[in-house]
C-alpha cells in the first residue's frame, strides 16, 4: 500500500467503528497446578524486559508478549488508535491445550476464560469474549461451552484448526457443533499445532507465516467435504487468516467433484456454495487477496481480523479495507455489519 494511502486510511480509521473478532488474550499470571504433578504443557510466566512476560511451558519460553495481552486500559487506547469499537478476545492458540490430559486442560481453560470475562466487564462493552473448551474430551467442552454460554459477554468460542491431529470437520466433533448451534454460540477457528512444519526451511517464525494458513485451509476444507452446514445450517462459525489455502483449494475441490463420482456422492453441495456459508477474517495483509477473496466467498462473510496485540498483526485494519474497497456500503458490512451478524450482535451495527 503506498504511504499516502496508510496515512489516509490511518486518519480516517480513528473516525471508524470497526469490529476485530481476531484478536488474544494471554492472563498476566496462570495458576499453580495443586493436584499432584504439574501436567506437561501447563504454563507459567516470567518478568522479562519492560512490560513484557515470558510464557513458560515445560521449562522453555513459548513466546515473550507484551502487557497489552491483558491490560484492558492500554488494549482499549489502542482501539481508538486504529477505529475499532469493539474487540472479540479468545485465548493465544498455545492456550488451547488439546495435547494436555483432560481434567487439567478443563481447570485451565476454566481459569483462561474467567479472565477474558473480567476483561470483557473492566471494558465496559468494548470487548467480548470468545472462550475455550478441551475439545479433547466431547463431556467437558460441552459442560464449559454450556457455561460459558450462560455468562454475560461471551458471543462463543475459539477451536484449533485440529486437535491432536483430527481436523475439526472429523464427525467426532458432531456433537460439539450441534451444541454450538443450538446455543448460538459463535465458533472462530484458529491454526494450532499445524502440519507441514517439517517441510519449513527457517527461523521458528515460519510456523505463523507458512504453516497456519495450510492447516486453517485443510480444517475449513474438512468442514466442507463434511457437509457441516448442511447438518448445522444455523451454525455460525468463522475461520483465521482470510481461511488460509483455502481459496486456493476450492477451484481443485470443484474440479474434483466433477471428475470423481466417489466426491460427487460424498460432498453433497458445491463446495464453493458451502465455502460462501462460512465466515473469514480480513487478515492477508494485502489488498488484491482482500479482494479476491471477498469476491470468492462473498460480501456478507468477510471481517477484520487483526490478531493484535502479537507483532505479527495487521495495525491499520480500518484502512486496509477502505484502500481496497470505494464502496461504502461494503466497507461498512466489512468494517462491522459481518462481525456483528457472525457474533450474534446483529442490531448492534
Known amino acids: ?14 473516525c471508524a467503528c470497526g469490529i476485530d473478532i ?29 512490560c513484557h ?18 491490560d484492558v486500559l492500554k488494549r ?29 486442560a478443563g481447570e485451565l481453560l476454566r481459569y ?24 479433547q474430551d466431547m463431556d467437558l467442552a460441552l459442560a464449559e461451552l454450556s457455561r460459558l454460554m450462560r455468562q454475560p459477554g461471551f458471543a462463543g468460542v475459539e477451536l484449533g484448526s485440529n486437535v491432536n491431529g483430527r481436523p475439526i470437520g472429523a464427525p467426532d466433533f458432531d456433537p460439539f457443533f450441534e451444541a454450538a448451534e443450538e446455543l448460538g454460540a459463535a ?17 521458528a517464525q515460519l510456523q505463523q507465516v507458512l504453516a ?22 444455523k451454525l455460525r462459525i468463522a475461520f483465521s487468516h482470510g481461511g488460509g489455502t483455502l481459496g486456493l483449494l476450492l477451484p481443485r475441490l470443484e474440479e474434483g467433484r466433477r471428475v470423481f463420482p466417489a466426491l460427487r456422492e460424498s460432498i453433497a453441495l458445491s463446495p464453493t456454495e458451502q465455502a460462501r456459508r462460512l465466515f473469514y477474517d480480513a487478515l492477508v495483509y494485502d489488498e488484491p487477496t482482500l479482494r479476491h477473496l471477498t469476491g470468492l466467498f462473498g460480501e456478507t462473510q468477510v471481517m477484520i481480523g487483526t490478531d493484535y ?41
Open 1 to 14: 500500500m503506498p504511504a499516502a494511502a496508510v496515512e489516509k486510511g490511518r486518519t480516517r480509521a480513528r
Open 22 to 50: 481476531h484478536a488474544h488474550v494471554v492472563p498476566a499470571t496462570f495458576p499453580a497446578y495443586l493436584r499432584g504433578a504439574r501436567p506437561a504443557g501447563w504454563p507459567s510466566t516470567a518478568s522479562a524486559h519492560d
Open 53 to 70: 512476560r515470558h510464557i513458560v511451558i515445560d521449562g522453555r519460553t513459548y513466546r515473550t508478549v507484551s502487557d497489552r495481552c491483558w
Open 76 to 104: 482499549l487506547a489502542d482501539l481508538d488508535e486504529i477505529g475499532l469499537s469493539l474487540q472479540a478476545i479468545s485465548p493465544m492458540p498455545e492456550l488451547l491445550s488439546y495435547w494436555m490430559e483432560a481434567a487439567p
Open 112 to 135: 483462561v476464560n474467567d479472565q477474558i470475562a473480567g476483561m470483557v466487564v473492566e471494558a465496559g462493552g468494548r470487548l467480548v469474549g470468545l472462550g475455550a473448551v478441551p475439545l
Open 187 to 203: 465458533v472462530f477457528v484458529h491454526a494450532v499445532r499445524p502440519c507441514g512444519q517439517d517441510r519449513l526451511v527457517g527461523p
Open 212 to 233: 497456519y494458513p495450510g492447516d486453517v485451509g485443510l480444517a475449513a476444507a474438512s468442514v466442507i467435504t463434511s457437509n457441516l452446514m448442511l447438518r448445522r445450517p
Open 309 to 349: 496485540p502479537f507483532n505479527f498483526h495487521e495495525r491499520n485494519p480500518v484502512g486496509r479495507i477502505e484502500a481496497a474497497f470505494a464502496d461504502e456500503r461494503l466497507r461498512q458490512r466489512l468494517l462491522a455489519g459481518n462481525a456483528a451478524t457472525f457474533l450474534g450482535r446483529k442490531g448492534e451495527a
